[in-house]
Structures are given as structure tokens and as C-alpha cells.
């Protein structure tokens, strides 16, 4: 999933999602060595975040 649709689906900033990632709590995936190449995550990563933050 893009930092974009991430976001979304949490109802967030793409700052948030930055934040997120920045302090470990979802893991970014660069599939190309590129630089400034693209960052994704992991969509079953970012559901169980949506089910730990219901249960709360």
C-alpha cells in the first residue's frame, strides 16, 4: 500500500504515516534500491494496527 492509501484507510495525515513509520510501528518496503525511489507497506500490517487500535 502507498503512504497515500495508508493514510486513507487510517483516516490520518500522510505526516502521521510518516510518524508511524519513522517510530516503528509500520515498517516501510522499498522495492527498488532507487534513492527517492517509492515506499510501500504492508496492507496486512496496516490491518492488524486497524484491529489493535479497535481493541483499545
Not at 17 to 26: E, Q, S
Not at 51 to 56: C, G, L, P
Given at each position: 500500500?502507498?503512504?497515500?492509501?495508508?493514510?486513507?484507510?487510517?483516516?490520518?495525515?500522510?505526516?502521521?504515516?510518516?510518524?508511524?513509520?519513522?517510530?516503528?510501528?509500520?515498517?516501510?518496503?522499498?522495492?527498488?534500491?532507487?534513492?527517492?525511489?517509492?515506499?510501500?507497506?504492508?496492507?496486512?500490517?496496516?490491518?492488524?494496527?486497524i484491529?489493535?487500535?479497535?481493541?483499545?
Open positions: 500500500m502507498t503512504r497515500a492509501e495508508v493514510a486513507d484507510l487510517l483516516r490520518v495525515s500522510l505526516t502521521t504515516v510518516d510518524r508511524l513509520a519513522a517510530d516503528g510501528t509500520l515498517r516501510r518496503h522499498k522495492p527498488s534500491s532507487k534513492r527517492n525511489g517509492r515506499v510501500l507497506f504492508s496492507a496486512a500490517q496496516v490491518n492488524r494496527l484491529t489493535s487500535s479497535k481493541t483499545r
